[in-house]
């Protein structure tokens, strides 16, 4: 990754006074005018999530990459789904055994008594009863856990290539193509070459996990043969793949030290939501300070800003991204469609506003707007 000096615009590598890949300017009436500051800002942030989702409706080409991220959370719903109702027959077995004996009851009148109950098929009933209420307690928390933890997962790298072509409607390029990708292999023949690997890569998974033993191991040991065998039939290919890894991997890297940084944030802020009057107000500011942070993942990851970078970026503006975070935030708790609107909405919105805001402090003093010439 580049050591970014962000052009005060489009915020992508731009060490001299103009930048090579916005010019300064951009085709979205919207950006034009994006040197803002105090309530301006703070507006803009509370509209970043649902101008995201207009950013989304209103681009060609984009909402199709939203399909697969989709799908496969829907399969990662059905597989945890499955594992939870099977979890729930256990728990049930265990709550009614076979033997009253196992139970080591030491009065004989209780002995009798749920002797009676068995018979009749009453502690049959309660059983099935609890086991259902069970049943779906254990459903809600493993849904809205796959639409949230999962699909935010699953969605990253098909939102990083939404982004690209958002940023290619605001000014012609992608400035991040321009600046790392390594070859010129168009994207539709990577994705078309990924799938036609990840078929026979998802059958070996799948066989890996059902074949007992060792050879199962080995079955899961070779799920990447069929990339790498792509990548030597056609070496461009193997080339993106290769920068892809490498982005991916340093992308999680530090969103993984972003998400350790906000976590510790909350706890030690947890006792503000005991203060009376101004405490919970201002928990919920910081939590969504930190959700600002963990969804704007992909246009810093894009722009290569370390996380330095990112936090002096967002304490500048922290009105805005605060209340970005927020609405995000009350989103993200309706229960499956909150994730699946909120994560690209949020994301694309998220991109929007970084945009939008000045970067100007973040370049060298001499680089300025106001720098004198």
Same mark, same amino acid.
């Given at each position: 990754m580049l050591r970014a000096t962000?052009?005060?615009?489009?915020?992508?590598?731009?060490?001299?006074?103009?930048?090579?890949?916005?010019?300064?300017? +951009?085709?979205?009436?919207s950006l034009r005018d994006a040197r803002v500051g105090g309530f301006r800002a703070?507006?803009?942030?509370?509209?970043?999530?649902?101008?995201?989702?207009? !950013?989304?409706?209103? /681009? =060609?080409?984009?909402?199709?990459?939203?399909?697969?991220?989709?799908?496969? /959370?829907?399969?990662?719903?059905?597989?945890?789904?499955?594992?939870?109702?099977?979890?729930?027959?256990?728990?049930?077995?265990?709550? /009614?055994?076979?033997?009253?004996?196992?139970?080591?009851?030491?009065?004989?009148? !209780?002995?009798?008594?749920?002797?009676?109950?068995v018979k009749k098929g009453v502690a049959a009933f309660f059983a099935k009863l609890t086991g259902i209420l069970l049943w779906l307690v254990v459903s809600s928390v493993v849904a809205l856990y796959a639409f949230s933890i999962v699909y935010e997962a699953i969605a990253g790298p098909f939102l990083d290539e939404i982004q690209g072509r958002i940023e290619e409607r605001w000014f012609g390029r992608d400035p991040r193509d321009d600046l790392e990708r390594p070859t010129a292999l168009p994207t539709q023949r990577c994705v078309r070459l990924s799938l036609l690997a990840g078929a026979p890569a998802l059958a070996l998974f799948v066989a890996g996990w059902l074949v007992p033993g060792w050879p199962g191991w080995l079955l899961l040991l070779a799920v990447p043969t069929p990339f790498l065998f792509a990548g030597q039939v056609q070496?461009?290919?193997?080339?993106?793949?290769?920068w892809v890894v490498r982005l991916e991997?340093?992308?999680?890297?530090? =969103?993984?030290?972003? +998400?350790? %940084?906000?976590?510790?944030?909350? !706890?030690?802020?947890?006792?503000?939501?005991?203060?009376?009057?101004?405490?919970?107000?201002?928990? %919920?500011? #910081?939590?969504? &300070?930190?959700?600002?942070?963990?969804?704007?993942? #992909?246009? &810093? =990851?894009?722009?290569?800003?370390?996380?330095? /970078?990112?936090?002096? &970026? %967002?304490l500048d503006n922290w009105m805005p991204f605060t209340a970005f975070g927020a609405v995000a935030s009350l989103l993200f708790l309706i229960p499956v469609l909150g994730?699946?609107? %909120?994560?690209?909405?949020? =994301? #694309?919105?998220?991109?929007?506003l970084l945009v939008r805001l000045d970067k100007d402090r973040l370049r060298p003093r001499e680089l300025r707007r106001d720098a004198p010439r």
């Open positions: 962000p052009c005060r615009l489009c915020g992508y590598d731009a060490p001299a006074a103009d930048c090579p890949h916005c010019g300064h300017e +951009s085709r979205d009436p703070l507006l803009d942030g509370v509209r970043a999530v649902p101008n995201g989702l207009f !950013l989304l409706a209103t /681009t =060609s080409g984009v909402k199709r990459w939203l399909i697969p991220p989709v799908l496969l /959370t829907f399969a990662a719903f059905v597989a945890l789904f499955v594992w939870a109702l099977g979890l729930v027959d256990v728990l049930v077995g265990l709550a /009614t055994p076979e033997d009253v004996e196992q139970l080591g009851l030491q009065w004989h009148w !209780l002995e009798v008594a749920l002797l009676w109950l070496p461009e290919y193997g080339r993106w793949l290769g991997g340093h992308t999680l890297w530090v =969103s993984i030290k972003a +998400s350790l %940084m906000v976590g510790a944030l909350l !706890l030690v802020c947890l006792p503000l939501k005991f203060v009376p009057i101004l405490g919970l107000p201002l928990f %919920m500011a #910081i939590a969504g &300070f930190g959700t600002a942070i963990t969804l704007l993942d #992909i246009p &810093f =990851s894009r722009r290569g800003w370390p996380l330095g /970078t990112r936090i002096e &970026f %967002m994730p699946l609107v %909120m994560v690209p909405g949020a =994301s #694309i919105g998220g991109l929007w």
